[in-house]
Structure formats: C-alpha cells, structure tokens
C-alpha cells in the first residue's frame, strides 16, 4: 500500500498555468454578469484582499445594508396610495439580492470554472515531482492531475466535485454555521413585527444557509477514504492554503491518521506565507518539527 497523502489546493493549478484564482473569477463575473458583480459590491466590502479570501468573506454579508436599502419599499400599510400589490415588494426586493449572491453566484462559478482548459501537459515548464501511485485528496474542481501527470481518477478524491462530472454539484461556501449564527428573527416580539420585516429577515437567513459550506455532510459522504488513511506515513500538501473554511477536512485526517508517525511537508509559493501556514498548522495540533516547508516550484 502506499502511504503518501498528497492535498492539493489551488496553487497547484495556478503553478501549472490555469487561471483558477478568485480573482479570476471576478474578472469573469464583472464581464459577464453586471448585475452580479454589483450586488457584490454592494453588499460586501471589496478590498483588496476580497478575492484572495472570497470563500470565506462569503460569511460578511452586509445584511443591514441591503435592508437599509430595501426599506425604501415599505410603504405604510396607512399610506393613502396603498396597493396590495406592494405588500410583497420589500421581500422581493430582499430576495433579488440573496438569489444573486447565492444561486445565481454558485451558477456563475460552475459556469467560470467549467471552461479552464488544462494545458498541453507537454507545453507545461516546471512539472512537479510526484509519485503518481499515491493517494490524492483534492481541492480543485479540474482534472490537472489526471491530465497532466496521468493520475488515475480512481485514486483523486475531489472532495468539492469535478467538472469532470457535469452533474456534480460544486461545493463553495464559508465556514460560518447558520445554526451558531441564529436567526435574524431573534429578541424580535413576531405578534408585534411587520411581517414584511420578518418575511425580509427569514430570506436573509436562507442566504447564510446557501452559502454554506457544509463540511460535516462532505466528511461523512467520504468516510470510508478518510478511514483508509490509518497507513499514511507522509502528508504532501501542494498550493492549499490551509485556510480556516477547509480546516475541518484536515482534522478528520489527523483523526484517523497515525500522525504521530506522519511526516508533513508543506509547500508555500514565497516565504511570508510560512508564518500563516505555521499558525494554521498549529491550529491543528501539528508539531514543528514533524512539517518541512518547500516552495511549490521546488516539489
């Protein structure tokens, strides 16, 4: 049995020429979608490292901006110029919004990420070294492993799909549980509130649901890959970024893992990166001295 553990993240598709970063993703969406782009701009707060944390700027969803805004369309129910009609009009308003950012942002995605091209692996510089007999656990939705390095599919978990399955539904989202979250209904007396304002609220709470990302239903779905890792001896993580959203999936492999006997070698792609890759490492419980850092380009 072979006992390394590779988990590639999306700096490993970077380095082989794919334009899979967020960034592009907003690149696509700005061009293709104007009114998706403006929702984003107009309910998160788009710095400059926005895209670089997209998955998990997801949770900053600046609801009481978007319910400032759709305020304008509660007309009072005393209004001489009251229409039935409008009684809809402020959850509607509310519910264009979080379809965008929800449905309509995960469509764009699937649609972005469906059409990157994995480059001739002949035309490609600076191959890897990887042993292509080992176990990959992989964050990407592409088949670069498969087609650029001949990795048979049967040994790639894509833990968040593949576009290689046109039926497969892709996982994005943050890590922010909807449940610790609560509901924006609460402290709130509902015999004594608009139920225009109630109705509003209960959208904005299936926003934070559909966005997401749930993790435990992922992990149980792949249980029986994260329950044969008992013989794992090296993990190499290649462009992942360990970041907070994903941690969950790392402590389910130190779980069933002897990692008292594993070997962690992690790549960075410069070395300001090592100090938030060691923080996150620590998160995990992982010891100094059991991780080797090495530049991707290097691996």
Known sequence: MNTTLYIVGNGFDLHHGLRSAYKHFGEFVKANDSTLYGFIE??????????????????????????????NFLVPYSAEEWKDSFHHDYSFEIEQVVEGLSGRLKSNFAKWIRQLVTPDPTAVPDKLRLDTNATFLNFNYTPSLTGLYGIAPSQVIHIHGS???????????????????????????LEQTDTRIADGNRIIDEYFKRTFKPTDRVIAAHQPFFEGLREIRQIVVMGHS??????????????????????????????????????????????????????????
């Open 163 to 189: 576009v290689a399955d046109p039926d497969d539904d892709l996982i994005l989202g943050h890590g922010w549980n909807p449940k610790e979250k609560g509901s924006s209904n609460d402290g709130l007396d």
């Open 42 to 71: 107009d309910y998160f707060a788009v710095d400059t490292e926005f895209w670089s944390e997209f998955e998990a700027r997801l949770a900053d969803f600046d609801a009481a901006t978007l319910i400032e805004h759709a305020s």
């Open 242 to 299: 360990l970041a907070d959203v994903d941690l969950p999936y790392f402590r389910e492999i130190i779980r069933n893992a002897h990692t008292d006997r594993v070997h962690w070698q992690v790549s960075y792609y410069s070395k300001e990166d090592i100090p938030k890759l060691r923080q996150q490492l620590d998160k995990l419980g992982v010891p100094a001295n059991d991780v080797e850092f090495t530049q991707l380009a290097s691996m």
